[in-house]
């Protein structure tokens, strides 16, 4: 498993410790964890109290180095003057806060009611960026759930909450949609979950074929959803028209 990883990667002599980035002390953590550390994964248990300010002086050090090789001259443009400053704070604690920020607290409660019945939340709105360009992702997102008795209950703003975490981070949208599944799928354990997303990729309509109107849509059917074509058919019989 990942903790036989040499101690040695952790361990930084006290000078090293002092002079290094942030970011490099944060990265060899999680390197010595075995974590995975793409622009999708979560890595909020590897960021001690206070490093996420450090971080954002970090990278506002650097988003001028990028504005000075733009040859931008902030400091005779007022407009530029404090966008390395504002696009770093965006990054970390706004657009992409779901790198960096643990999990929202959710409580489940036991299905008491032992309901089990079809139910569709929806839409959720869909704040994202593409991981290969950082470009806005917008769109819906619709999510059923088929209930057992052993299902936990979470209130519909939960949902919205589960997506927000996952969508804030560098996405793929294929692969956003599995994340927010499996974690969705690991809180309620219900017998089917079916996940639709409709998303605008501004990638595509700002740059590149700049196709304003096309949209990518993903789908994701487990459990009674895959084996019940009848209740898949009522599940998107139910979406409004143009979802
Ligand atoms: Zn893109």
Known sequence: MTQSKPTTIIAATASQAATEAVSARIRRRVEAAGQRFSANDNIAEFIEPGELDA????????M??????????????????QTAHRIARMYLKEVFEGRYKAAPPITEFPNAEQLNE?????????????SHH???????????????????????????????WIMSRPQIQEEAIVQLA?????????????????????CMSWRGVKDKDSKMI??????????????????????????
């Not at 799928?185 to 501004?202: E, N, R, V, W």
Request: charged share 20%; with cysteine; aromatic share 6%.
């Open 55 to 62: 971080l954002l002086e970090e990278v506002t050090g650097k």
């Open 134 to 164: 950082f470009c806005p992702i917008m769109g819906n997102l619709w999510v059923g759930v088929m209930p057992n008795e052993h299902t936990n209950v979470i209130g519909l703003s939960k949902y919205e909450r589960l997506a927000r």
């Open 182 to 202: 499996d974690l969705i799928q690991h809180k309620t354990k219900p017998d089917g979950l079916a996940l639709i997303m409709k998303s605008t990729h501004f």
């Open 64 to 81: 001028q180095h990028v504005l000075d090789s733009l040859v931008i001259d902030t400091e005779q443009d007022h407009n530029t003057a």
């Open 118 to 130: 079809l139910m569709i939340v929806g839409p959720i709105t869909v704040r994202s960026a593409c």
């Open 218 to 243: 993903n789908s994701v059917m487990r459990g009674v959803f895959l084996k019940d074509a009848t209740l898949r058919r009522e599940f998107l019989a139910l979406l409004p028209r143009e979802y």
